[in-house]
């Protein structure tokens, strides 16, 4: 890290910098200017050092994306106090798992979550907070009591003629020091605590603040459609844009295909940090309907024509994310091939990230000039990356990574720790990939995903996913070994089968003919034996990865 410059300073410094200037904005609500937050910040150290928070207690914060989240969050980190973020997608007995393994002292609550949470089950709490208004939902301590029921007087004894800018000052921290434990969604089945220091959030900040920053105006609008509480959408939407004086929008409600696109016309985000969920439900329900035509597939193949049309589908697209975005930005999860394809196809400013909870979370990252096909990117700075492979170009191997933005490990687990990071300092990500000669990363699968074959042979159902996804009436998928046997469970575009009157056994029978399409382009040890439909959307981690561990045990 850079002399004198914590991570703090950061948030410091935007504030004072931007004082008079919009900050975050509830989307169709209220707006808080920087010196808004800075204020509300004030107050919640004032709370916290009245009722005894000391420097290093840890208080969670579990509520929808908010402007009033974003407060708790950065007073918490900021008073030197260590950040617990939990998905407010959690179910109550998740929370208050969370809540009592991390020896959490208060706990900020959403309106939602407020209703299904039990005080009596996380003895520990000192006081449960609700995030709106910052009222007590229930307290256990008259220290408590007395801070929040005196809290703007206090205010006003700390703060006799005004709150200002110079007043602004906040922990100063360490390189080592813990800032957060982020509770990863578990794809697994089971949470663990990972243990992010302020050299972690520092090392992501300062990479975003060099690679996208440039890129961005200080003061251009932003729009959070990811959960903050994951480290992606934390790091990468909500910690770059307010460090770079950007004016933050969050979707509060459920981020469905429609509010997403209306918010996109309202805002115009100046950059786009998304899911492939995300942008693959704009291009096939907005973009493929108008192009997937016999006119257009004409226009298309006429060379001298083919340059202006694919540049006018290409403003049709960047109109459909607001119209003045510099690049969009995937990640999670790989982007299905024919979207990518197809953006890449037109010039669209489309890119690729790749990381990990564990990693706060940037691991590899190229702008969009510098993007390749089915890659993710090169390693950002601060961090290297490997591929423990013979061959790292063509024989996939285990990509491990070693730097800044490297975990401490994961709280009170020394075993699950030391399965993943070794005596060196590498952390061992369990996603198999390769590398190409000028440093670009390319995923080939999770270690824990691969199947293995009759024979022996490895099988990534990744990517016969990936094929499936984008033939007829199939919305997403999932392989299942049953035995010897490869079976495919479908989740079908219902909304596109109403539309077209098709009936189950209708939907059966276009399924049968998309397994025997999509055979001929696999293995033979891959191919699939069965088409199985699913009548609901599989059920997903906050970043929209399918939770395989609950079918993969199904029967047929």
């Known amino acids: 890290m850079k002399a004198n410059n914590s991570f703090n300073y950061y948030i410091e410094k935007s504030i004072k910098d931007n004082w008079q200037l ?53 007073a918490t980190l900021t008073y030197g106090a260590v950040a617990v973020p939990i998905q407010h997608e959690f179910n109550a007995e998740q929370i208050h798992n ?18 299904v949470i039990n005080p009596s089950e996380m003895m520990a709490l000192e006081g449960i907070i609700n995030i709106p208004d910052y009222s007590l939902m229930i307290s256990r301590s008259e220290k408590l009591d007395y801070a929040r029921e005196h809290l703007n007087e206090l205010f006003g004894k700390k703060y006799p003629k005004a709150f200002r800018a110079e007043h602004v000052h906040y922990h100063i921290d360490q390189e080592e020091e813990l800032a957060l434990i982020n509770y990863t969604s578990g794809t ?30 200080s003061g251009s609008n932003t729009l959070s459609i990811l959960p903050m509480a994951h480290m992606y959408g934390m790091a990468v939407e909500f910690i770059f844009s307010f460090c770079h004086g950007c004016h933050l929008y969050f979707l509060t409600r459920l981020p469905s295909p429609a509010v997403i696109a209306q918010a996109f016309a ?42 202006k049309v694919k540049q006018r589908i290409c403003e049709q697209v960047c109109k459909a994310f607001g119209g003045n975005a510099y ?35 940037l691991i590899t990252f190229s702008d969009y000039s510098d993007f390749i096909l089915g890659s993710c990117g090169t390693p950002v700075s601060h961090m290297q990356v490997k591929i423990k492979s013979q061959d790292p170009e063509n024989i996939p191997g285990e990509i491990i990574t070693k730097g800044m933005n490297v975990m401490l490990g994961y709280y009170k687990n020394i075993e699950a720790t030391n399965e993943v990071l070794d005596s060196d300092g590498w952390y061992h990500t369990g996603d198999l990939g390769t590398m190409s000669s000028d440093g670009h990363v390319f995923i ?76 001929e382009t696999l293995p033979v040890y891959c191919r699939l034996s069965s088409i199985k439909l699913h009548k609901e959307e599989f059920a997903k981690t906050p970043k929209k990865s399918i939770k395989r561990y609950l079918y993969k045990d199904l029967k047929f």
């Open 22 to 74: 919009d900050a975050l904005t509830d989307y169709l609500g209220a707006t808080l200017q920087y010196h808004d937050v800075a204020r509300k910040i004030e107050k919640l150290h004032i709370l916290f050092e009245n009722s005894g928070v000391l420097p290093g207690d840890k208080i969670a914060i579990c509520g929808r994306n908010s402007a009033h989240w974003a407060v708790a969050f950065f």
């Open 98 to 115: 969370i809540v009592n393994h991390s020896e959490s002292k208060l706990l900020f609550v959403g309106d939602v979550v407020a209703k």
């Open 188 to 217: 697994t089945g089971f949470s663990k605590g990972v243990m992010l220091p302020y050299r972690a959030l520092w090392g992501n900040l300062d990479f975003c603040l060099n690679a996208i920053g440039k890129h961005v105006k």
């Open 266 to 307: 309202d805002i115009k985000p100046a950059i786009v940090i998304s899911v492939p969920l995300i942008v693959e439900k704009i291009i096939r329900k907005k973009v493929f309907p108008l192009i997937q035509n016999n006119r257009m597939k004409l226009l298309l193949n006429m060379p001298v024509i083919n340059k």
């Open 327 to 361: 690049e969009v930005i995937v990640g999670g999860a790989p982007l299905n091939q024919e979207v990518e394809s197809f953006l890449k196809s037109i010039d669209f400013p489309i890119t690729m990230g790749y990381g990990a909870t564990e990693c706060a979370p």
């Open 444 to 519: 080939r699968g999770r270690i824990k995903n691969m199947l293995l074959g009759a024979n022996g042979q490895n099988i990534y159902p990744e990517e016969i996913e990936d094929k499936l996804n984008s033939m007829a009436m199939i919305s997403e998928s999932l392989i299942i070994q049953n035995g010897d046997k490869l079976v495919a469970l479908v989740y079908p575009d219902l909304e596109e089968a109403k539309a077209m009157g098709f009936t189950t056994e209708d939907l059966e029978q276009i399924m049968e003919r998309n397994r025997l399409e999509i055979n």
